[in-house]
């Protein structure tokens, strides 16, 4: 696939996987994109998965009609990108690697060699050029890890964006970008919401025709539509108008609190997500949480804390530095509930979160006064 008439798309489908990066379901399997720029030198960009490395050779050797690469630039050393670079390296013993320091430092880690005879140390700014295709490096420090650059080529107008604008799914199958590159990003990168801020900035100085990421589709058309999803999500702005309820019911009653809360909201016009945390994917609610501007985090009191599923939805927020948002309580507790307090605790660090003044207490099953207290959460979450 030509993605302009010296590049070309040279990666690879895994639908074989089972969870990527050993936690995230991926219906639709994987893309590990990797491209060839063909230039007076040949430059490779990034390599693919290990268990992929025979078919992205190939690709190589198609796309190049027999002609051998001069480089093989590595923007990022987590293993779905750099697991093949030894594989390469054995391939095409003139090619030199051209990556930051950090990454070369990495690959002594998962290789035991750096390839020092044949490293190409670059940072910021440096450039390299193929003849009419000039490469410049720009650090990406945390998105994802610290080691990463990405490229710009002045030549086509394309950034190589490395694991920014990617997504999870296979390229051979169609689906929305936004609902599954949403997941990828706040579940893989949201912690890094300064950082990724931070080469957006460096990112809107280029004149950027294409986006050439490492996962998902190339994006060639309507390119402010998804860098404003990322200036969003990385500012842990409202993308969305609406509340989450994300809950936990042992035996049903919490639930049934839930239901009625989303159909008073709906009945009010106000878009509602329900995600009961022990059954859905775990990182579409993380991703929801994110989403909208509300959130209502109803669980029962568990072992004189909360239950596990919500304890560990609430760990995925504040690790992702969860903020701006709106939060609403709703406990269940048998004989001392104790589920908001706990909640609250949990959420004692994050920045600017505004506590609904109507909270929820179920005394096991919902009562005339608690019936109340929906009412009114309801009333307060839709204003
Ligand atoms: Fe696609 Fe951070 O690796």
């Given at each position: 696939m030509n993605i302009t008439n010296d590049i070309k798309y040279i990666g690879v489908n895994d639908h074989k996987i089972d969870l990527f990066e050993g936690q995230y379901i991926v219906p639709n399997g994987m893309a590990y994109n990797?491209?060839?720029?063909?230039?007076?030198?040949?430059?490779?960009?990034?390599?693919?998965?290990?268990?992929?490395?025979?078919?992205?050779?190939?690709?190589?050797?198609?796309?190049?009609?027999?002609?051998?690469?001069?480089?093989?630039?590595?923007?990022?050393?987590?293993?779905d990108h750099s697991s093949s670079i030894?594989?390469?390296?054995?391939?095409?013993?003139?090619?030199?690697?051209?990556?930051?320091?950090?990454?070369?430092?990495?690959?002594?880690g998962f290789f035991g060699t750096d390839f020092i005879e044949r490293q190409i140390v670059v940072g910021e700014g440096d450039t390299l050029s193929l003849g009419k295709h000039n490469l410049t490096f720009v650090t990406a420090p945390m998105v994802h890890w610290p080691e990463v650059i990405v490229t710009y080529d002045s030549c086509d107008k394309v950034l190589f964006s490395a694991d920014g604008f990617g997504k999870f799914g296979a390229l051979d199958v169609e689906e929305d970008w936004a609902c599954e590159a949403r997941r990828y990003y706040i579940g893989i990168v949201g912690k890094y919401g300064?950082?990724?801020?931070?080469?957006?900035?460096?990112?809107?100085?280029?004149?950027?025709?294409?986006?050439?990421?490492?996962?998902?589709?190339?994006?060639?058309?309507?390119?402010?539509?998804?860098?404003?999803?990322?200036?969003?999500?990385?500012?842990?702005?409202?993308?969305?108008?609406?509340?989450?309820?994300?809950?936990?019911?042992?035996?049903?009653?919490?639930?049934?609190?839930?239901?009625?809360?989303?159909?008073?909201?709906?009945?009010?016009?106000?878009?509602?997500?329900?995600?009961?945390?022990?059954?859905?994917?775990?990182?579409?609610?993380?991703?929801?949480?994110?989403?909208?501007?509300?959130?209502?985090?109803?669980?029962?009191?568990?072992?004189?804390?909360?239950?596990?599923?919500m304890k560990e939805f609430i760990n995925h927020l504040t690790e992702r530095n969860f903020q701006n948002r709106t939060v609403a309580f709703i406990e269940n507790g048998s004989w001392a509930p104790m589920a908001t307090k706990v909640m609250k605790g949990m959420l004692e660090k994050s920045k600017n979160l505004t506590y609904a003044e109507n909270e929820v207490k179920i005394m096991s099953a919902l009562n005339e006064e608690s019936e109340k207290q929906l009412d009114a959460l309801a009333q307060e979450l839709c204003k």
């Open positions: 990797s491209y060839a720029i063909i230039d007076e030198k040949i430059a490779i960009m990034d390599s693919v998965d290990v268990n992929f490395s025979e078919e992205w050779l190939g690709n190589i050797e198609a796309a190049l009609d027999g002609k051998a690469p001069d480089y093989l630039i590595v923007q990022h050393m987590e293993p030894r594989h390469f390296a054995e391939k095409y013993p003139e090619a030199k690697i051209v990556s930051s320091s950090k990454a070369f430092a990495m690959m002594k300064v950082q990724t801020q931070a080469l957006l900035k460096k990112a809107a100085g280029l004149d950027i025709k294409i986006i050439c990421p490492l996962h998902g589709p190339v994006l060639k058309e309507n390119l402010e539509y998804y860098i404003n999803l990322y200036n969003i999500w990385s500012s842990y702005g409202v993308e969305t108008d609406g509340v989450v309820i994300a809950y936990t019911s042992v035996y049903g009653n919490t639930k049934k609190a839930v239901m009625a809360l989303a159909e008073k909201l709906e009945e009010k016009g106000v878009k509602v997500a329900l995600n009961d945390l022990a059954r859905c994917d775990m990182a579409e609610a993380v991703e929801d949480a994110f989403r909208y501007g509300k959130i209502v985090l109803a669980t029962t009191t568990y072992n004189a804390d909360i239950f596990p599923f």
